[in-house]
């Protein structure tokens, strides 16, 4: 292990319990949590809008 081979530690763009809870909103025709959470996610805006919709189908 190299001084130079260290990787940044992972950012968390948003909990497993907040995409659930923008999911369960989502399929309630509340998009106010979901579009929140992708607004915060910047870059990974998109994968966080997929996990909202897969979590919305959890809920419907």
Known sequence: MGLFNRKPAPQIVATGAEIDAA??????????????????????????????LAASVDHS
């Open 23 to 52: 999911g369960k909103a989502l399929a309630q025709g509340d998009d106010s949590l979901a579009n929140q959470l992708c607004d915060r996610a910047g870059d990974d805006s998109q994968r966080v809008a997929l996990a909202i």
